[in-house]
């Protein structure tokens, strides 16, 4: 009967890791720290670049909510995923926002869980996209934290641990962060904050010295393609793994903008090739800023294909000026890579790459498109001149 239990618990655990690429031996270290209950009361889990953050903080979020009885009913019922298992009164989360006199949390609670499940890899962005359609900017703010400090106030609902899931912890403005700081610094009992952020540097270093937190880095590529394999996804012809710099985010990115590669690549092109004739004489700055508002009218998704496109096809021209023909594979029949390839070489190539991964974290944290790519024109113009 023992023997039954503990596998009707395992399967439990082995379904909802299923949704976490990699990270198999920081999952069973957590794991291990919450059964032995010794999990810190506020963990930080900094995730740069789409490598699990979320999955990972909502597998934590269910095994502090729930004890291996409880897990055992749940599974008779049925119940096994994270939108299920997470349908928890004791169950708190802040994430962004477009901030407006009618946005509060718990109105877009259960939206936000249903995608969240569904696509645990999602982006700020594309979580903004959804809930309030349009490019705007998102916050957690002051308000969702009283809201959260209220809730916190009140007895747990069934007596055992309450956790309080922060998705977005470097997008809480100055006055929120402090009012936060406040709920840590007097934490109330049997209550776990599990806080995931894109960096450590954009928090107040009084949260950080409250938190045990966890730098999450890239994942290999055996990983990655188990993960694909796993989730049966549709990857492009001749994928290269190694342009995702370990990311699942930007896996998912790649595999939905393949069907709008060419129009992507033709719109990175024309940005491109606007860019050579302003350096050349400044009359053509007309022509970047129209290319860049034919850009900002897309999806934020489409807008980061621009920039993993743009980047794929930098890295190919460089191998080609660097005369590593074995590592050329070129995929575009927009830009023609002899043309391109003079233009990147050992003296900007590094820059650019730091250029592009720069424009896409900005995107991805839902910064103003136009001021963007903006900068990124500027840049670019001087850098392929260098």
């Keep these: 009967m023992l023997a039954q239990r503990d596998s009707i618990v395992m399967e439990v655990y082995s379904v ?57 009913d749940k599974a008779k019922q049925g119940y096994h995923t994270f939108r299920k298992l997470l349908e928890h009164p004791d169950f708190h989360a802040l994430f962004p926002l477009v901030q407006s006199k009618s946005s509060e949390t718990k109105a877009f609670f259960q939206q936000w869980l249903a995608l969240v499940s569904e696509k645990p890899y999602v982006s700020y962005s594309q979580w903004i996209s959804r809930a309030t359609p349009g490019s705007k900017q998102s916050s957690i703010s002051v308000k969702d934290v009283q809201s959260l400090q209220s809730s916190l106030e009140l007895t747990s609902f069934y007596g ?27 934490p109330p009992s049997n209550t776990y904050f599990l806080l995931v952020s894109q960096s450590k540097s954009a928090l107040l270093s ?42 699942v985010q930007e896996l998912m990115d790649a595999i939905q903008s393949t069907g709008d590669k060419a129009s992507l690549e033709t719109l990175f092109a024309k940005l491109l090739r606007s860019c050579v004739k302003f350096q050349t004489n400044m009359v053509f700055w007309q022509d970047v800023v129209q290319t860049i508002d034919e850009i900002a009218s897309l999806t934020r998704e489409q807008q980061n294909g621009i920039m993993t496109s743009g980047k794929e096809l930098i890295r190919q021209a460089f191998f080609k000026n660097s005369h590593l023909n074995s590592l050329v594979h070129p995929s575009s029949t927009i830009i023609d890579l002899e043309r391109l390839a003079p233009y990147v070489h050992d003296q900007n190539y590094l820059a650019l790459v730091h250029l592009f991964e720069a424009s896409s974290t900005y995107l991805k944290r839902n910064a103003h498109v136009k001021m963007v790519f903006t900068d990124f024109a500027l840049k670019i113009s001087d850098l392929l001149f260098r």
């Excluded at 963990?43 to 269910?62: F, H, M």
């Excluded at 990655?224 to 012809?237: G, R, T, V």
């Design 16 to 72: 909802l890791e299923k949704e976490i690429a990699g990270q198999k031996h920081l999952l069973e270290q957590l794991k291990s720290t919450i059964m032995a209950n010794k999990q810190p009361h506020a963990q930080l889990l900094v995730d740069e670049n789409g490598y699990g953050g979320l999955p990972i903080a909502l597998y934590c979020s269910t095994l502090l909510l729930y004890s291996q009885e409880q897990l055992i």
């Design 160 to 186: 055992g641990n309450r956790v309080c899931l922060i998705w977005g912890l470097d997008q809480m403005n100055a006055t929120a962060s402090n009012k936060f700081l406040k709920i840590l610094e007097e």
């Design 206 to 247: 009084t949260i950080l010295s409250r938190c045990q937190f966890i730098d999450l880095r890239p994942l290999n590529h055996a990983d990655l393609q188990s993960y694909a394999a796993e989730k049966q996804l549709d990857l492009p012809q001749n994928f290269e793994f190694n342009t995702i710099r370990g990311s």
